[in-house]
């Protein structure tokens, strides 16, 4: 079965840097079948994707968010990372981890964190 | 890339059908096979309910369907029931390596 959990911190500072992990068990990240991303949704708001890695090393992002994103993996440890810049308010979201098929569907999720953003 | 226009609410009485349109352009529902719709519970992580437009997951009922019609993707929620009542978003691949969603719909069994 596999799972996925986030961590990381739940308030972070404007201008700062968010930082979060995502820990998969039950799979290996590895695995060329799918790519492995970032979904995140704002209180009482939609989803947005943000982006996705594949084992190649291959990135990507989504064109709104790309000058401040960087999604980078840890295979050794089967971990995946996102890093957004300089975060205002409007980065305020429970933020997704997910696996992802090569068409793009999500068929898992973690159970998601909410990162605030405030001073 | 703009966000696909799903409408915010959509309800229905128990045992009756609803469905959810999400809307988009050729650049991307049009010109994708790749459009999911996803479920989610207040709280809870969104869960996958059809891939490929019309393809129903493992254990997910068939009173759920997708299709497409141009730039219109939908989900039908058929027969109705208390605990269908749930957002629902929708998403396409956009042939750029991107992926897109809907702004979420709110479904209620009246």
């Known amino acids: 079965q596999l799972q996925l959990q986030e961590s990381g911190p739940g308030l972070v500072k404007p201008s700062e840097t968010l930082s979060l992990t995502c820990s998969v068990s039950g799979g290996s990240i590895s695995n060329s079948n799918y790519y492995w991303g970032w979904v995140r949704q704002p209180p009482g708001k939609g989803l947005e994707w943000i982006g996705e890695t594949f084992y190649s090393g291959a990135t990507y992002y989504n064109p709104s968010l790309k000058s401040r994103v960087t999604i980078s993996e840890d295979t050794s440890n089967n971990r995946f990372s996102l890093k957004l810049s300089s975060v205002t308010a409007a980065d305020t979201a429970v933020y997704y981890c997910?696996?992802?098929?090569?068409?793009?569907?999500?068929?898992?999720w973690g159970q998601g964190t909410l990162v605030s953003v405030s001073s | 890339q703009s966000g696909l226009t799903q409408p915010p609410s959509a309800s229905g009485s128990p045992g009756q059908s609803v469905t959810i349109s999400c809307t988009g352009t050729s650049s991307d529902v049009g010109a994708s096979t790749y459009v999911s719709w996803y479920q989610q519970y207040p709280g809870k992580a969104p869960k996958l309910m059809i891939y490929e437009v019309s393809k129903r997951p493992s254990g997910v009922p068939d009173r759920f369907s997708g299709s497409k019609s141009g730039n219109t993707a939908s989900l039908t929620v058929s027969g109705l029931q208390a605990d269908d009542e749930a957002d629902y978003h929708c998403?396409?691949?956009?042939?750029?390596?991107?992926?897109?969603f809907g702004g979420g719909t709110k479904l209620t069994v009246l």
């Open positions: 997910a696996r992802v098929f090569l068409s793009r569907t999500i068929d898992s």
């Open positions: 998403s396409s691949y956009v042939g750029t390596n991107n992926m897109i």
